[in-house]
């Protein structure tokens, strides 16, 4: 099955309905091609913040 959004993807199939698709807003994401000095600490107002299991972060490291 194919859907080209989310929300579609969610309709067609009845699942990810708690998954999040948004901008992580991270402090400082990858420069470059292929760069690994990003810095993946989540901004304040990040989607992320408190979106997990039990209110925890998803996939970060924190706020900075």
Same mark, same amino acid.
């Given at each position: 099955l194919w859907?080209?959004?989310?929300?579609?993807?969610?309709d067609l199939t009845g699942n990810d309905l708690h998954s999040l698709a948004a901008?992580?807003?991270?402090?400082? $994401?990858?420069i470059g091609h292929g760069a690994t000095n990003g810095n993946f600490h989540l901004r304040p107002g990040s989607?992320?913040?408190g979106a997990g299991e039990?209110?925890?972060?998803? $996939?970060?490291?924190?706020?900075e």
């Open positions: 859907a080209p959004d989310l929300a579609a993807w969610r901008d992580p807003v991270f402090v400082l $994401g990858p989607p992320a913040l039990n209110g925890a972060d998803i $996939g970060a490291f924190g706020v």
